[in-house]
């Protein structure tokens, strides 16, 4: 993975922003042969696995002897373009993966649909910051910004969010919609 997106940021000019998280779709995992394990089991899979990148994203060579990860003198190279390759994070977890998103992330995406909850999380966000010391004005906040056929329902959701504290919305679209919905809801977007 970390080959794979240094050679991406690499090839796209430095535009690579990696998103990761601990796993969660069943179907998709056995349908590829991965075992997604217990909660625990992920989300400790996963704190390693974010050391395991960190190290290959900067370092000439990563020993790691982790429970799920062992690395002796691994080599990614060459380097991302970006001097710090992005990582965004997503989930609503207050116990792991909002501190591991303060820990590691440079972007955090909120994907459920209550601003409220959204703000509340943005809380903890912030305190796990705290915690390590860390600016979380460093942190960009996202929230998915579902389009479900209402012009003016989806900008009331986007000013709620707004309202939240959001940076920035992410427009997820439903799956058959056709490609010129694109422009449709640029439009909108754009003269509101």
């Known amino acids: 993975l970390a080959n794979m997106a240094s050679t991406l940021d690499i090839t796209s000019g430095g535009r690579l922003e990696l998103g990761i998280g601990a796993g969660w779709n069943e179907e998709e995992c056995t349908a590829f042969g991965i075992e997604l394990g217990t909660m625990k089991e992920r989300f400790d899979r996963f704190e390693e ?3 395991v990148l960190e190290s290959l994203f900067t370092n000439e060579l990563t ?3 982790g429970e799920y990860y ?3 003198d691994a080599m990614n190279n060459p380097k991302p373009l970006q001097s710090k390759l992005p990582i965004c994070i997503g989930g609503s977890g207050r116990k792991r993966t909002l501190p591991l998103t303060a820990r590691f992330a440079d972007h955090w995406n909120y994907g459920g ?3 409220v909850e959204f703000a509340d999380l943005r ?3 912030h ?3 705290a915690d390590i010391d860390r600016d979380p004005a460093e942190i960009t906040t996202s929230f998915l910004l ?3 056929g209402d012009d003016d329902q989806l900008l009331t959701d986007r000013a709620a969010f707004e309202a939240a504290g959001a940076d ?3 427009v997820s679209l439903p799956k058959r919609a056709p490609p010129s919905i694109v422009e449709q809801l640029a439009a909108v977007l754009v003269e509101s």
Do not use: E, K, Y
Request: a positive charge.
């Open 49 to 51: 696995g974010l050391h």
């Open 63 to 65: 020993t790691f002897d």
């Open 70 to 72: 062992r690395l002796v």
């Open 113 to 115: 649909t209550d601003p």
């Open 123 to 125: 809380g903890v966000l």
């Open 127 to 129: 305190r796990a910051c």
């Open 146 to 148: 579902r389009w479900s």
């Open 168 to 170: 920035l919305a992410i």
